[in-house]
């Protein structure tokens, strides 16, 4: 077998960790209580199926004994029987897969020696064999003489980042922001002290704030980028700028007494401190989120320690008139990307990164202003704009409205704005690139000047392109970033809802929790009828439940999406569902009993109590009705923001269930559960709603008692059998 020594060092890193030791041993004084051990015995003692046992024989991994013995003349080979060795050899495998995470095929068949030489009972005299004896098990002759090299470095850097250092970082990020309204401009921190701490002395104090000692640091900046660093002491080079309060008051503390993530501290600045949000839900659940931190308090060093670099998540305030430095960064690489001329200036003088200055107006009637510019530029970030009134030849909005790239290569006098002038000085070249704008959607604007002709070849375009789609990615993750920001405090108030569209209905979980509730009553109705020996046909306070599920028709669906894209077909669903909850009232005489639920995508659901199935066909049909033809949606608040949608159509399904057919279906010699029996209802729904897609649409299936199946409902049928 031919072992990857990437495998050998990680099972030689694990196995010299002092816990995996202890597990070992543990494992391994089990399998030596036991006097025999037969195959099934060895699965048991450590988890492992017979089958697997097998093939790692055939692997050569293990090598149980197969004692023979002589029966009337005939060998017939016994159990296989693991020795102590081999039972040695499991408990090492069992630690590999489980906290290793190696498949078997990356253990050596001579894991024991391994295991022999790195777990020696005389600790204090082998220790040394780590880089000598040990090494010769596992570590080839060319990877000896090597300190490191990328394949190690990029896998333990790669494990390090998605495992602990990307979680902390996160959290800590989206755990600030649960406690502490974000207000750009201002900075504001999580401090997670290694120990224990004299409270009253630090807060009195924020210089005492070093006292606290080694400490995991979650920062908010003024951009809204965040960074997480290990610190030995947290200070500030001005401490009366700020405040530090425990992250958890005491009277909640009291109630927390095992939480370690107690100790944890806010730090804001000291006119910011009422923009910290005090809820206990809040506070509850960043103490959950920042248990684990804790827990692993002894890797500290191992992950954020020294020659680690901090984790830094950048993000943009797009608001205020603050530099961003990355964007400024990538405007200065810019310029020096452009080389310089044989008098040794360079070949392009400034460079901005200009976007949009309110993304709600329509493409056209948007300005852009300077979010970034290069060391020498004259132009004010936050301030220096472009509108399309006033400056109608501006390659930067003709870029951005066009998502072209517009190249002067040489400037007539007239081409040269005063704008330009006053800040730009004697450009004779200029170019503005599109940032994103392949999908219909530009996003900003990267401009750069020269004072040079002809400065920019189509060589220097793909360089300036390559720029720009460095800058879409940063803009789109800080955009990102903004948006979870801002809609993080939600989910304290409503885990539930995650589309604020649809927060004013009720969901599939409450229309499943509801059914349960009437499916309960009437289960504790038929046992008590039971034992009061009453007739089951009496029936009891549910006389009848049915309901009407409402979809929208594919082809509509297709169409709306293929003309207008997905959103406007998510803000379809949601119109649809506002009218039908506006035409209860006027289409169900007792509404009231009547409760209207989202299920997914354009499909709701009517829960109704106390209607026939002739009077729940009869509102369907009405309801079908009612939905067909034109509706208005609301894509804005601009004016003409609102686009009508013709040619709107639905299908329904419908089903019905008198008192006495739910009490058979519960009743206790059928031995069916509330959740069974609701599962049934709901499936049959949404069978009938399917028939309705299948047909083409606009149609109603609906439960015939007479033929026991779903058929077309088919209006004014019930005036005929009348």
């Known amino acids: 077998m031919v072992m990857d020594e990437r495998n050998l060092q990680r099972i030689a890193k694990h196995l010299k960790d002092e816990a995996a030791q202890r597990r070992v041993h543990h494992n391994i004084q089990r399998g030596r209580n036991e006097v025999t051990v037969t195959i099934g015995r060895a699965s048991r003692l450590f988890g492992f199926s017979e089958s697997q046992l097998r093939d790692w024989e055939k692997m050569g991994l293990i090598k149980p004994i197969r004692p023979k013995e002589d029966t009337e003349a005939r060998q017939i080979t016994g159990q296989r029987q693991y020795s102590f060795a081999e039972l040695d050899k499991l408990a090492i495998i069992r630690e590999l897969l489980d906290e290793a995470h190696l498949t078997p095929g990356a253990i050596p068949p001579n894991i024991n020696e391994i295991w022999s030489a790195l777990a020696s009972p005389t600790q204090t005299t082998t220790s040394h064999l780590f880089a000598d004896e040990v090494e010769d098990l596992f570590v080839s002759p060319i990877a000896q003489s090597q300190d490191d090299n990328i394949n190690k470095r990029v896998t333990l850097a790669y494990r390090d980042l998605a495992g602990w250092r990307f ?66 002491a947290p200070v500030f080079e001005y401490p009366s700028d700020y405040i530090v309060q425990p992250l958890c008051p005491p009277e909640l503390r009291m109630r927390l007494p095992n939480s370690i993530a107690r100790r944890t501290l806010i730090v804001v600045q000291r006119d910011e401190i009422q923009h ?25 060093q191992h992950y954020m320690g020294e020659g680690r670099q901090d984790v830094i998540a950048p993000a943009m305030d797009f608001t205020p008139k603050l530099t961003d430095a990355i964007l400024t960064g990538l405007t200065n690489m ?43 530029a004259r132009h004010t970030v936050g301030v220096t704009s472009v509108t399309p009134e006033r400056h109608v030849t501006s390659l930067s909005i003709r870029a951005y409205q066009s998502s072209h790239i517009i190249y002067r290569p040489e400037l007539a006098r007239e081409d040269i704005m005063a704008l330009q002038r006053d800040l730009e000085g004697p450009i004779q070249s200029n170019i503005a690139v599109p940032i994103s704008g392949e999908d219909g959607h530009p996003i900003g604007v990267l401009y750069v000047t020269s004072y040079d002709q002809d400065a920019f070849s189509e060589e220097d375009q793909r360089i300036l392109r390559i720029i720009a789609k460095i800058t879409e ?41 509801d059914l349960a509730e009437v499916l309960t009553t009437i289960k504790q109705q038929v046992e008590r009828q039971q034992e009061l020996t009453i007739p089951t046909e009496i029936d009891g306070p549910v006389k009848e439940i049915s309901f009407i599920a409402i979809d929208i028709d594919s082809h509509v669906q297709e169409s709306i999406a293929n003309s207008y894209g997905d959103q406007t077909l998510h803000n379809l669903n949601k119109a649809i569902g506002l009218r039908i909850h506006d035409l209860l009232p006027a289409l169900f005489s007792n509404h009231l009993n009547c409760t209207l639920y989202h299920i997914y995508g354009g499909i709701y659901c009517l829960l109704l109590r106390g209607f026939t199935l002739e009077r729940t066909k009869s509102n369907a049909e009405r309801l079908r009705k009612a939905l067909e033809g034109s509706i208005a949606l609301k894509q804005s608040e601009l004016p003409g923001g609102t686009l009508t ?70 209006p004014g049928e019930e005036q005929q059998k009348k």
């Open 473 to 513: 990615e940063l803009l789109y993750t800080y955009k990102i970033r903004r948006q979870i920001a801002d809609t993080l405090p939600d989910l304290l108030d409503d885990p539930a809802t995650v589309d604020p569209l649809f927060k004013d209905f009720a969901s599939e979980s409450d229309f499943l929790n």
């Open 276 to 300: 910290i949000r005090r809820q206990e839900k809040a506070i509850r659940t960043v103490l959950r989120l920042l248990e684990p931190l804790y827990e692993e308090q002894h890797q500290w």
């Open 334 to 376: 810019t310029i020096r990307l452009g080389g310089k001329t044989p008098d040794g200036q360079q070949r392009w003088q400034d460079c901005c990164i200009l976007l949009p200055n309110n993304m709600s107006l329509p493409l056209q009637q948007r300005s852009l202003i300077v979010r970034a510019k290069s060391q020498q």
């Open 167 to 232: 979680y902390a970082s996160r959290v800590l990020w989206m755990a600030l922001l649960l406690i502490y309204e974000d207000v750009p401009g201002f900075y504001a921190g999580l401090v997670l002290p290694a120990h224990d701490y004299n409270a009253d002395e630090i807060l009195r104090e924020p210089a005492s704030l070093q006292m606290v000692g080694e400490s995991l640091v979650g920062w908010l900046g003024q951009t809204s980028s965040f960074f997480t660093f290990l610190t030995s």
């Open 645 to 714: 949608l013709p040619t709107i159509s639905v299908h329904l399904g419908v089903t019905w269930y008198p008192y006495d057919k739910l009490a058979e279906f519960l009743a206790p010699r059928h031995m069916r559960s509330v959740t069974d029996v609701r599962s049934t209802l709901y499936h049959s729904l949404d069978f009938a709603l399917k028939l309705g897609t299948d047909t083409g649409g606009n149609i109603i299936y609906a439960w015939d008692p007479g033929t026991q199946t779903y058929t077309p409902h088919q």
